[in-house]
């Protein structure tokens, strides 16, 4: 019996990518498992539906859990507080309650300079990434508060450095970065805990970024002293299960970065 047999976690933007070399290629899919391995009930969200589907046949196969995948899209044209509260309803329909609320969707024109980016580039990173953790976690605070559960948003070192053809994913994580110490202090008194985690991980979306824009990359991205990016399972999903464990509670309203598998609170 795992740390959190019976209890659920919602985790945006949890469809299963795969790397190159066949390796776990996404952050939302890396976190799944390590909640997985703890018996967990997962609700996964995304845009791609064979992602949700391959995840749920994976992580169910493998652990013996339950995984309820529901399509959903944070988006500029759509009623997305509609969308996010039936993502919860479904949720507490099917398994009682949420006990977690992982807010890892996240979309944007990375590689496009500031002067070149369009409304509708910035638009898809803002409402990807800051209306997605706005609206469920609206959505989530009722049983949130019931649960005395947690939330772990995910923000990124684009916005704390200022990372160059990537002005609307950096001010999105960076709107995301507030928005959490807001939600720290509003909810400390309700016993959730809030914090922030900007990950620098190897996933495909990395991969596919050094690859369509090997400049920006080299500008951006630098290997860690450590010697490895983090893996999205074992260094930054194990560190997400441990902030939304009870014995992280003081934690609430700090910033976790983690870089390779160093974690440091600026």
Not at 32 to 55: C, H, Q, Y
Not at 181 to 196: F, K, M
């Amino acid at each position: 019996m795992g740390f959190f047999t019976g209890k659920t976690v919602i985790i945006t933007g949890g469809g299963r990518a795969v790397l190159k070399d066949g390796g776990c290629g996404s952050i939302g899919y890396g976190i799944a498992t390590a909640f997985a391995k703890e018996g967990a009930n997962l609700v996964i969200t995304g845009r791609n539906v064979k992602k949700l589907e391959s995840a749920k046949e994976e992580l169910e196969a493998t652990y013996g859990i339950r995984v309820l995948p529901v399509q959903a899209d944070i988006n500029a044209g759509a009623d997305n507080i509609a969308t996010a509260k039936h993502v919860v309803q479904q949720a507490v329909d099917t398994f009682g309650g949420i006990q977690v609320l992982v807010n890892n969707a996240q979309a944007s024109a990375s590689g496009v300079s500031l002067a070149e980016h369009t409304m509708e580039n910035f638009d898809l990173a803002i409402y990807s990434g800051l209306y997605s953790a706005f609206v469920y976690m609206q959505a989530c605070y009722p049983y949130l508060k019931e649960s005395r559960g947690s939330v772990i948003n995910f923000a990124s070192g684009a916005g704390l450095f200022g990372n160059a053809g990537q002005c609307s994913y950096a001010a999105a994580k960076e709107g995301i970065r507030g928005l959490t110490r807001v939600a720290a202090t509003e909810w400390g008194p309700d016993d959730i805990n809030v914090n922030v985690v900007c990950p620098l991980a190897w996933t495909s979306q990395l991969e596919q970024f050094r690859d369509a824009y090997p400049d920006a990359y080299a500008k951006n991205v630098h290997m860690p002293p450590m010697g490895h990016y983090g893996d999205a399972e074992t260094e930054i999903g194990r560190v997400v299960v441990a902030l939304a464990s009870p014995d992280f509670k003081y934690m609430s309203g700090e910033t976790l970065t983690l870089e390779g598998g160093m974690g440091q609170r600026p």
